[in-house]
C-alpha cells in the first residue's frame, strides 16, 4: 500500500499538471482532502477547491463549501451546470423522467461531468496541458471501491484523477479531521452525507422526508416536479424507478469518479 504522499509525488511527476483542483463536495471525505492537500502542496502548486453544482443539492451544503473555503482561505472555483453548462436539472427530468439507477450514467454526464469539461476549459492554455483533480476515495468504503484495486491515478484526456487517501481507513480519516479541529458539514453531521446532488438515480424510499429536514424548500421543489412529470405521463418519482430501468449501480469508477457514493450507497448524495 503506498502513502497519500506517495501517490501525489507519483502523480505529480508523471503527468506535470498545470493546476490542482480538490473536489469539495461538502462531505467528511472531500474536507479530508481538500485540508490535506492545501496543507501539503499549495506552497509549491497551485490549488484550488472545485464544487460542481448540479443545481440539485442541499442550499445549506453549497453555502457550506463557500464559507469552509473562506475560513481556510482556500480559493473555490464552483462551476453551475445550468448556468454555466447549460445543463438544467428539472428540463431534463421534464423530458426524460426522474433517472433511476440505469440512467445515473446520463445524469453525472451533463450535470458533473459538463462541470469538469468547462473547468479545463477555464484551465489550459495550451492543448498539451494537463489538469488534477483530487478526490477523497477511499477503499474500504464499499465494494465498488474497494475494486479500485491500485488505480489510484487515472488519467481520462487532459483530466488526471488522484485518490491520494485511498488506503486510509475510516478511523484515519476520523482522526485526522478530529486532530486538524476541521470544520464539518452540519448537514453530513445530522444526515450522514451531504446532500449535494440529488439527482434521485439512487434515492431510497423515505430519503425525501430525510432531506426535509435540512432543505424542505428543495423537497417542494422535487415534488413539483413529480407532479410536473405523472402529468407528462411518467408515472413515477425522484425515489421511484423507470420501467425496466434496472436497478444495478454503475461499476465503472474511472468513467464517473465524482459519484461513487452514489453507487456506494443506493443514494445520489456524498457520504460522511
Given amino acids: 500500500m503506498r502513502s497519500a504522499h506517495h501517490i501525489m509525488e507519483e502523480a505529480l511527476n508523471e503527468h506535470e499538471p498545470v493546476a490542482i483542483f480538490a473536489g469539495f463536495s461538502g462531505g467528511t471525505d472531500s474536507l479530508a482532502v481538500t485540508h490535506w ?33 473562506e475560513h481556510y482561505g482556500w480559493p473555490l472555483t464552483e462551476i453551475h451546470a445550468k448556468d454555466d453548462c447549460g445543463q438544467d436539472y428539472d428540463e431534463l427530468v421534464r423530458q426524460w423522467g426522474f433517472p433511476g439507477p440505469a440512467h445515473h450514467r446520463k445524469m453525472y454526464a451533463r450535470l458533473k461531468e459538463r462541470c469538469v469539461e468547462e473547468l479545463l476549459r477555464r484551465t489550459k492554455t495550451r492543448r498539451m496541458d494537463r489538469v488534477m483533480l483530487v478526490t477523497g476515495i477511499r477503499h474500504d468504503e464499499s465494494r465498488i471501491r474497494a475494486g479500485y484495486g491500485d488505480r489510484v491515478i487515472n488519467r481520462k484526456g487532459a483530466q488526471v484523477w488522484v485518490n491520494p487517501l485511498y488506503w486510509w481507513t475510516g478511523t484515519d480519516k476520523h482522526n485526522y479531521i478530529v486532530r486538524k479541529q476541521l470544520w464539518r458539514n452540519p448537514v453530513s453531521d445530522l444526515l450522514g452525507m451531504s446532500g449535494e446532488c440529488l439527482c ?73
Fill in 37 to 69: 492537500l492545501f496543507e501539503n502542496y499549495a506552497k509549491d502548486y497551485p490549488v484550488r477547491a472545485f464544487h460542481a453544482n448540479t443545481g440539485i443539492g442541499v442550499t445549506a451544503t453549497r453555502n457550506y463549501v463557500r464559507k469552509a473555503c
Fill in 200 to 272: 434521485g438515480a439512487y434515492a431510497h424510499e423515505g430519503e425525501k422526508e430525510m432531506i426535509r429536514l435540512v432543505d424542505p424548500e428543495t423537497v417542494d421543489r422535487i415534488e413539483r416536479l413529480e407532479a410536473e412529470c405523472r402529468q407528462l405521463g411518467f408515472d413515477w418519482g425522484w425515489e421511484g424507478r423507470p420501467p425496466r430501468g434496472g436497478s444495478k449501480p454503475a461499476e465503472n469508477l474511472d468513467d464517473e469518479p465524482m459519484c461513487v457514493d452514489c453507487a456506494k450507497a443506493g443514494r445520489s448524495n456524498d457520504h460522511a
